[in-house]
Every structure is written in structure tokens, then in C-alpha cells.
């Protein structure tokens, strides 16, 4: 088991945001666990700002993620992490990438480690591990190291300003984006569009959420609903969380956005296609419904509506 007594400990989580959302319950075990301790977290610089006010970590080290051939950027970080006195790692990405991470401090730097590499002193054992979900699964790994008990995402210590944004007091939140190369993973415009205008009609307003990469999606939902209001690229991930805490519900892909949504509390619709897994990947909170279509194309927007339970 981890000893509690370590003052200087890493935590590894790279993220996509769905991922960060799904490990904010393990980042607070782990500073409840080591309440004196300095914890840096290694994470992507999308994520750094947003972090930084949880009290989870003293300090973020962002990672460019180097590639392989980028060698002085890996000699950077070898120093970086051998320098650091680090005596205690959770590396909650336990992917080929953190396992590197792993070898860089070589056999002389090397603190304790809880995750999946070879070598580690402190391995998640379960070799059904990755047909869990990220939820159970971090738990699970972090129970091996010696911490029992894990509580659910809280997103209370999220502030942000959304009055600039002008809604109405009851507003639905709208995700039809995702990860650009796999556009099966969403359900088409046209019946986001469907689905704003009958908000709309039970007295709501409709908002779009989404990247700057994303507009055209929203264009094409307001080509046809034109009351709906587009935010893609206007907001930041706290505004998200704040956001999804005001609304009256929301509906989305599986994507980043939506699992933010489902941690701060918002009644959540989760559409699924057939190319990912809810069982592995679903968002976690309080009212979160998923639904599930081979093609999502097929999905009707009745089904969606119903499910839809306004608050």
C-alpha cells in the first residue's frame, strides 16, 4: 500500500476532457489521502486554467506530449522528472506514453508507482481491467494502492460568469460536435434542429455548446431553428461546468462537453453509436440517461425528446 507518509507525489492524467471529468473523483481521493503532501499533476495545457482553483494539486506541470523523434524534448523531461524528488506516482493515464514516463526516471530515481507498468511497485493487477469503465477502473487501481474509498465528481469549486452569455432562466444545453474523425459518433444536425425547436416549444431555449471548429454545426441547426443560441468557441471549461449547472438539461454526443454536464449535475441525455461503448465510457452523474443506436442516424428524435425530462 502507498504510504501516506510521502511529501512529494505526481499525479499523471493527459486527458481528453472526458477523461479529466472521469478522474476528478480520483484526483480528490488523492489529495485526501495525502492532505500534507505536495501533488503536481501532469497533464495537456488545455487543461492547466481549469484545474488550477479544485485544491486538488500545488502545482501543474503541462505536457507537450513529445514524439518520439522529438529527443531534447524528452531529455528535457527526464531531467525534469529526476530532479523533482518525486517519491510517490498515480498514474492514472497508464498508457504507453506514462509507461515511458515510467523508464525516464531510470532504476536510481524511481519513486513508488501505482498503474500498469512493468516494474511498478504498487500494479493494478486486474487483467480485465480495460473492460471496465474509467470510473471503476481508477477506483479499482486505487484501491490496490491503498486508498479505499473514492468519491463522485464534484465540480462545486467551479466559477465562471455566464450572465455574459444573455439566456434565459430555463435553457437546455445542445452537444452535437465531437472528435472530428469520428463523425459516427454523431447524431445528425438536422435532428439537433428538430429536437431545439420542440424545446422551444415547451417553453426552454435551446443552446448549442461546442468548439470554434465546430460552427458549422451550429449554422446548420439554426438554418433551421433560428432561436436556438450558438456558443461554440465562446466559452471556456469552467463556463461549461457552469453552464451545465444552471440548465434545465441537456443533450449531447459522447464527447467531452457532455461528460461535464453529467458531473455538474444537469439531467444529461448520452447518445451512443455503435463505435464506442457506454459500458466503458459513459458520463457519470446524478441523472444521466444514455441511449443507444447502431447508427445514430436512426435514432428517432422522439426517443430523444422523451427522454428529455426538462427540471
Not at 489521502?33 to 501543474?60: C, M, W
Not at 506514453?97 to 526516471?105: A, I, K, N, P
Request: hydrophobic share 45%; aromatic share 8%; with cysteine.
Amino acid at each position: 500500500m502507498a504510504d501516506v507518509s510521502h511529501r512529494k507525489i505526481l499525479v499523471i492524467k493527459l486527458g481528453a476532457l472526458g477523461d479529466i471529468v472521469l478522474a476528478l473523483g480520483p484526483f480528490a481521493a488523492i489529495r485526501e489521502q495525502h492532505r500534507d503532501a505536495n501533488i503536481v499533476l501532469l497533464t495537456t495545457p488545455s487543461f492547466e486554467k481549469f484545474l488550477e482553483p479544485s485544491g486538488y494539486f500545488d502545482k501543474i506541470w503541462t505536457d507537450t506530449k513529445p514524439a518520439l523523434w522529438q529527443v531534447p524534448n524528452w531529455l528535457k523531461l527526464k531531467s525534469r522528472l529526476r530532479r523533482s524528488g518525486f517519491t510517490l506516482v498515480y498514474d492514472l493515464q497508464t498508457s504507453d506514453r506514462s509507461g515511458w514516463y515510467f523508464r525516464l526516471f531510470g532504476k536510481q530515481y524511481r519513486p513508488d508507482w501505482s498503474g500498469i507498468v512493468i516494474g511498478c511497485s504498487h500494479p493494478h493487477t486486474n487483467l480485465n481491467r480495460d473492460f471496465m469503465h474509467s470510473i471503476e477502473r481508477q477506483n479499482e487501481q486505487l484501491a490496490m494502492a491503498g486508498i479505499p474509498s473514492v468519491p463522485s465528481a464534484d465540480l462545486s469549486w467551479v466559477t465562471a460568469d455566464s450572465s455574459r452569455f444573455g439566456l434565459r432562466d430555463c435553457f437546455v444545453l445542445l452537444v452535437p460536435g465531437g472528435a472530428p474523425h469520428r463523425v459516427a459518433k454523431r447524431w445528425p444536425a438536422n435532428c439537433y434542429a428538430e429536437l431545439a425547436c420542440r424545446i422551444i416549444k415547451q417553453g426552454a431555449q435551446p443552446v448549442i455548446l461546442g468548439s470554434a471548429g465546430e460552427v458549422a454545426l451550429a449554422h446548420e441547426i439554426k438554418a433551421r431553428c433560428p432561436e436556438a443560441i450558438d456558443l461554440c468557441g465562446q466559452t471556456e471549461l469552467a463556463d461549461l461546468a457552469v453552464l451545465a449547472r444552471d440548465a434545465a438539461g441537456a443533450v449531447g454526443n459522447d464527447t467531452g462537453p457532455i461528460h461535464m454536464a453529467a458531473a455538474a449535475g444537469c439531467p444529461t441525455v448520452v447518445l451512443f453509436s455503435s463505435v464506442s461503448d457506454p459500458a466503458l465510457t459513459a458520463p457519470r452523474g446524478p441523472s444521466v440517461e444514455v441511449l443507444c443506436q447502431n447508427n445514430l442516424a436512426n435514432l428517432s428524435i422522439e426517443s430523444v425528446a422523451a427522454a428529455l425530462r426538462l427540471r
